[in-house]
């Protein structure tokens, strides 16, 4: 069964706080993304990796970062967190290019 | 901009109908075709994944493929309760490891 966890389930940061969101996948998955989830917009792609150090933007990148240093392991780096940037945060990973995406549980952030 | 479009719904039907869901897509040569489930406050999961014409069977799901059309649809045999969530379209971007989303349509399956 595959498995991809994200650190926390619920998240309330500052205004300019330096936030930190992490993915694990014990699948041994070449590719995994970050996606940010709000109302009426769907499911938006921030950034995604298909190996380990490498890492491609997706469509709204501004304003975070990723590091991928082991494959298993997926970090979304928020520098500098906006209001705007509250969202519900998914990650997920697949095996290959057109295979399935299985995704985390969620990490809802409130930015204050 | 490559596009999925879904209607928002919510689309309400008795529990024992039939449930018909559509998406359309805007890239002519996708070839990669996946149905989500995401109930409230939860993450999206596999429901089927299509790449040919024609339609695919999974029990009570039946995932219907048109590309000339560039339509893909959902069915839901038998509606229960249980299924009233929203279900998300995906389409692979043909030679990247992308998927495009649609923003999902609402079922609400009535007892």
């Known amino acids: 069964d595959v498995k991809v966890t994200q650190s926390s389930r619920y998240l309330v940061k500052r205004t300019g706080e330096k936030v930190f969101l992490e993915c694990v996948q014990d699948?041994?998955?070449?590719?995994m993304f970050w996606y940010r989830q709000d109302p009426g917009l769907g499911l938006r792609l921030i950034y995604f990796?298909?190996?380990?150090?490498?890492?491609e933007k997706g469509d709204i990148p501004e304003g975070y970062s990723v590091s991928r240093e082991k494959k298993e392991r997926f970090s979304l780096i928020l520098e500098s967190a906006s209001t705007n940037q509250t969202s519900m945060y998914l990650c997920?990973?697949?095996?290959?290019?057109?295979?399935?995406?299985?995704f985390g549980p969620g990490t809802r952030l409130l930015v204050l | 901009q490559k596009e999925v479009e879904q209607n928002s719904g919510p689309l309400s039907v008795p529990e024992g109908a039939i449930a018909s869901l559509n998406c359309t897509y805007s890239?002519?040569?996708?070839?990669?075709f996946f149905w989500y489930r995401q109930y409230s406050g939860k993450s999206p999961e596999l429901i089927m994944s299509?790449?040919?014409?024609g339609d695919k069977e999974d029990g009570r799901f039946t995932a219907q493929l048109n590309k000339a059309s560039q339509y893909v649809s959902l069915l839901i045999r038998d509606s229960q309760p249980s299924d009233s969530a929203t279900y998300l379209c995906?389409?692979?971007?043909?030679?990247?490891?992308?998927?495009?989303f649609g923003t999902g349509t609402r079922l609400k399956v009535l007892a």
């Open positions: 997920a990973s697949t095996a290959g290019t057109v295979e399935t995406q299985y």
């Open positions: 699948m041994d998955h070449e590719n």
């Open positions: 990796s298909y190996d380990v150090k490498m890492k």
């Open positions: 890239d002519r040569v996708s070839q990669s």
């Open positions: 299509i790449y040919s014409n």
């Open positions: 995906a389409v692979n971007l043909p030679g990247t490891y992308k998927y495009i």
